[in-house]
């Protein structure tokens, strides 16, 4: 799932509101929803917190509450080949499905079967398992080459490209893949 951010529109609203008009004009999905019982194999620990969540998000009794996804992001500039711009993984995730959900629904909103939530951008800690063109640019001060040009926002005519997968070698569990292109407001 992809919910398309404009971050040069979300960066001039951080304050005072937060995230609002930056994140509100796109959704990608993939064609397949993996359930998390088809997961179980992709089960692995969850990293370190620091710091350490509020009480109610502490998960007391050790498990394996991350997945193992490898994530691809390409990047294909109108007319252009497709680029690999990004390889992270699910596991690298900050908060886990069960703290995302509690802390979701801890002040009453409510959940219902076939309810969709996204995790938002999963980075990783290097440079090239960085989720955004964002943080891959470091807030624009060092743009991407790209097919050589330089960029540090996605522009008209650019299609993103996700693909996510679990595979141990010998089986694989796909998700499709997620694409859109940015299309000219006007």
Not at 101 to 123: E, F, K, P, Q, Y
Not at 151 to 156: A, G, N, S, V
């Amino acid at each position: 799932m992809n919910d398309w951010s404009a971050r040069d529109i979300q960066a001039y609203e951080y304050v005072p509101l937060g995230p609002f008009l930056g994140k509100n004009f796109g959704t990608t999905i993939s064609p397949w929803i993996v359930t998390l019982d088809a997961l179980e194999c992709a089960r692995v620990p969850a990293p370190m917190q620091d710091p350490i969540p509020a009480e109610y998000l502490v998960d007391k009794k050790a498990s394996n509450d991350a997945y193992d996804i490898q994530l691809d992001v390409i990047l294909k500039p109108k007319g252009s080949d497709e680029c690999s711009i990004s390889r992270s993984n699910l596991k690298y995730l900050y908060w886990t499905f069960k703290q995302q959900l509690a802390h979701h629904t801890v002040n009453g909103c409510n959940m219902r079967t076939g309810d969709l939530l996204a995790t938002g951008t999963i980075s990783g800690p290097t440079k090239e398992s960085l989720g955004s063109l964002l943080e891959m640019s470091w807030n624009g001060s060092e743009p991407l080459n790209v097919q050589g040009k330089s960029r540090t926002f996605l522009e008209d005519g650019d299609e993103l490209i996700l693909k996510g997968y679990w595979s141990n070698g010998s089986k694989r569990i796909g998700f499709g893949i997620s694409s859109g292109v940015v299309l000219p407001a006007i």
